[in-house]
């Protein structure tokens, strides 16, 4: 969703948009499926050229585990607290921008990239190395299969891994 910073009334604006067309990529690599597509809601203000926008999101998406790529389902929000300011100001603000605490983004063509913003502020708040359990064993080195307790399934049923198939096909 695109906003036009002149479409923002003097007295602020409330909004709330969907972002379904988020593909799980588009978020994180580490993000399987969008179960629940990222949504906003949001309330923008205008000083000068200036725009802030401070709201919460939600969304809910299942994450790959990082040691065996198992599904992690994650309720992920948050609260938003945006500022953005036209491209090609940096420079001459530089020192102002340094001393500001406000988290600050850019916007072009006189318009705000709320989807954009969105994806990115997930992006920093998913987990880098999510697990489907605190203990998750991960895969077992041999067939690659997720390790359910303790040790690996080949070397718990001391099968020679290239007899593992055969014994598949008796059973
Ligand atoms: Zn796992
Ligand atoms: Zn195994």
Do not use: H
Not at 11 to 16: A, D, I, M, P, T
Not at 131 to 149: A, E, H, I, T, Y
Not at 150 to 167: S, T, V
Request: with cysteine.
């Amino acid at each position: 969703m695109k906003v036009a910073v002149n479409d923002i009334p003097s007295e602020g604006k409330e909004l709330s948009f969907s972002d379904t067309a988020a593909e799980p990529r588009d978020l994180g690599p580490q993000v399987e499926a969008v179960v629940a597509a990222p949504c906003a809601q949001l309330r923008l203000e205008r000083v000068g050229e200036l725009i802030t926008a401070k709201g919460t999101y939600a969304a809910e998406l299942v994450l790959a585990c990082s040691r065996c790529l198992g599904p992690v389902p994650l309720r992920l929000e948050g609260e938003l607290d945006w500022a953005f300011r036209p491209l090609g100001q940096e420079d001459r603000e530089e020192v102002e921008l340094a001393e500001d605490e406000l988290e600050l983004s850019f916007y072009e063509d006189g318009q705000v990239d709320l989807t954009q913003a969105l994806r990115d502020e997930m992006g920093l708040a998913l987990p880098m190395a999510p697990l489907c359990r605190d203990d998750c064993s991960g895969l077992c080195p041999v067939c690659g299969k997720p390790v359910k307790q303790g040790e690996p399934c080949c070397r718990r049923n001391k099968i020679d891994p290239r007899w593992a198939k055969l014994a598949q096909l008796k059973k």
